[in-house]
């Protein structure tokens, strides 16, 4: 569902560690082989570079602010975003903003409220009394589709540390983000595999915070390695995309509710060579090429996203299209690794079954 602003952090983060490769490979040319300064300098396109070039040290310290800002930006930036795309998809999830959770319409009201006292500040300057007022009177009198307006929710001053986190989801109505992302795939991976069970995502989210504010501040002292400067960007991305499949969660929830989505089955068996297994399926029509979600939520382990269905065997035969009238074992093989237990979800509008 958030594929397009998730691509967008992800070819963000990539950036950031190409430039991070490429400055390692350049002081290593520089600096580690003296022949290859004596060639540089005397290059006519080369000297000039080499006469601005800093101490290793400087160029090192420079890295670690430049990478640790941008990639804190690009997480904060990923935040809001994700987190306006929901607040736009509310009044569809949830038609009557009487109907709204508590929490929503307080934090909505107080924000509309903050706005129109500081609205003519360079920040707000988008935004008009009218626009800001329009989406809530709409909620509060009945009259209308409501808005919630993404810039009320997101008036928050404080660094996107795990408390805050929280809070800013909780507030637009997204509950226990955090035991949704500590047990989420990626972030076990990075911190099993990567950082060998050593820290924890609230740890790793702090060090991010505060190399960031280290930065900002003027106070950073120490290099990080190149490999470390590396690994803040796998947990970043690894972060967002714990953060994306948790509001595609509770879009599914709120979708579930109001019948637009609906549970088929659960994966029983899975094979991770030709990404294929084997599902048991209720009711449904099933074809190739269709999108379906799965999802695992437990005390352990948190996952939810859509995979493309790209074959179907039922009864060992093939099928571009089966109609499934009682619960029976399909074959299903997908464009993306699975796993067993994952419940398997289909969207029922316009759906012919």
Not at 42 to 50: F, G, V, W, Y
Not at 92 to 118: A, M, W
Not at 340 to 346: E, G
């Amino acid at each position: 569902m958030f594929e397009e602003i998730l691509e967008k952090a992800s070819v963000k983060i990539s950036t950031v560690r190409a430039i991070v490769k490429t400055n390692d490979r350049l002081r290593k040319i520089v600096f580690q082989d003296s022949s290859n300064i004596k060639q540089l300098t005397e290059n006519p396109e080369t000297a000039p570079l080499i006469e601005e070039i800093p101490s290793k040290w400087e160029w090192e310290i420079y890295d670690r602010s430049a990478v640790v800002t941008r990639l804190y930006a690009i997480y904060e930036r990923f935040v809001k975003d994700l987190i306006s795309d929901w607040l736009r998809r509310m009044p569809d999830l949830v038609p009557r903003y009487s109907d709204l959770e508590e929490k929503i319409q307080n934090t909505h009201r107080e924000g509309i409220g903050r706005l129109l006292i500081d609205i003519k500040k360079n920040r707000f300057q988008h935004l008009s009394v009218e626009k800001v007022v329009q989406g809530l009177s709409c909620g509060i009198t009945d009259t209308g589709k409501y808005e919630l307006l993404p810039d009320a929710f997101l008036l928050h001053e404080q660094n996107l540390r795990k408390e805050v986190l929280e809070t800013v989801l909780k507030n637009a109505g997204i509950d226990e983000a955090w035991r949704w992302i500590i047990n989420h795939k990626e972030i076990k991976y990075f911190l099993e595999e990567v950082r060998g069970s050593q820290n924890t995502a609230e740890g790793e989210l702090k060090q991010l915070v505060d190399y960031r504010n280290e930065a900002a501040h003027g106070s950073t002292d120490q290099i990080l390695g190149t490999q470390e400067l590396l690994d803040l960007g796998d947990f970043v991305e690894a972060l967002c995309k714990s953060l994306a499949d948790l509001v595609t969660y509770n879009i599914i929830v709120h979708q579930k509710n109001i019948g637009r989505v609906s549970e088929i089955g659960k994966i029983t068996e899975w094979f991770k060579n030709p990404q294929a297994g084997v599902a048991k399926v209720k009711e449904v029509t099933l074809t190739v090429g269709e999108d379906v979600y799965l999802v695992l939520v437990n005390d352990k382990l948190s996952y939810c996203y859509s995979v493309k269905i790209e074959s179907i065997q039922l009864n060992n035969i093939s099928h571009n299209c089966v109609a499934i009238t009682s619960e029976a074992e399909v074959g299903l093989k997908f464009d993306r690794d699975a796993r067993v237990d994952l419940t398997i979800y289909v969207t029922t509008s316009d759906r012919v079954d």
